[in-house]
């Protein structure tokens, strides 16, 4: 009978495999992922190194973004360190719940996610790793940006850019953070100080030729030209995120996100043949990925521009699933785009109708306060 391996050794392995995930090395963290799988099996029993790795399976599932239904099942499963947090210690404590709260901000659920970045935030004292605070700050930055809190979103990248940029290596992250920065600028509204910043990343990243980020660099360009209203620019952008090869499969996010945005603007320049076929795309991928917001909202479009009878029934209704679902930051601008619709057709009672729906989901998104 083989020796057990130490849980000491697999758990050192475990740290070596997070900081390649820190570092975005996502070649290295799938080489690493039999070896480690292999130890798994041949460990000595210990539950705590077993968490940790399950935890860090699905931080680069994450990473992947490929969240099966069985992925998910199993980060529920280890769900009781909630009811028994004495029974681990601090630092897998952190890791529980930051990766609650990122797997809940992924799936939209903001409110949900802030709940657990919170209890992780208290832990964070049990970290000694300067970057892996690093790693807490950009994330809780992409949280507040999430939720339209500008300054709060920026603050925290700030932090967590000075901290990246201090150490070797980290050249994608401070990359992140820039774009990060240059997104929260859009929703301030100070547009060229957010080209200049989304453009050094973009810049940046085709000189390191990361294929993983440059598809979402291209992807935030086109996003500030669609709120500049300058949709063919915008669409210029799109066209080259999609052409990075394995844009969709390796960065499904950013790749739904990016289809969106695209029909936006292909319905704002009447380019309404190519629109019907990427909501088509968009929808088949938000279902793939269950994404419920996203169906809703690829609907909400294709509706408002179909023929179909009824369909300001219809658009209410999905228009209320969203709102059950709290999703006020999607609905604000999706809003607006069918009132402009009612408007451009002259029906201004349809159009009032959703505008003062637009201005309710502008109050409960944030912005109404800042």
Known sequence: ???????????????????????????????????????IEEMEEDQDVLLYYQMLDFRLRLLLEDISQTSTEKLEAISFHDKDPKSTDDKLNYYFYLFKGIYEDYKQNHTEALNFFRIAEKRLGAIQNEIEKAEFHYKIGVLY?????????????????????????????????????GLNYIDQFKFSESEALLMEAIEKTEKIGDQFLLPCTYYN???????????????KYYRKAFAIKDFETKTKY???????????????????????????????KAQ???????????????????????????????????ENKKAWVDLEELLMDVANYYREKKLYDEAIYFYIKTDKASKLAGRGGE
């Open 1 to 39: 009978m083989a020796k057990a391996v130490a849980s000491q050794e697999v758990a050192n392995m475990l740290n070596d495999w997070y900081i390649r995930m820190k570092k975005r090395d996502i070649s290295g963290s799938i080489e690493m992922k039999d070896d480690i799988d292999k130890a």
């Open 145 to 181: 940006y999430n939720l339209k809190a500008t300054w709060l979103s920026i603050h925290h990248i700030h932090i967590a850019s000075g901290i990246f940029q201090g150490y070797g290596g980290y050249a994608k992250r401070v990359i992140n953070c820039k774009m990060l920065i």
């Open 221 to 235: 360009m086109g996003f500030l030209k669609s709120k500049e209203d300058k949709h063919e620019e915008a669409l």
């Open 288 to 322: 793939e990925m269950n994404s419920e917001i996203f169906v809703l909202k690829f609907n909400i479009l294709y509706t408002l521009h179909s023929n179909l009878q009824n369909k300001m029934e219809i658009i209410k209704d999905f228009v209320h699933q969203l």
């Open 254 to 284: 950013a790749y739904l996100l990016c289809v969106y945005e695209n029909v936006r603007s292909l319905l704002k320049t009447n380019a309404y043949d190519q629109a019907f076929k990427w909501i088509d795309v968009g929808f088949k």
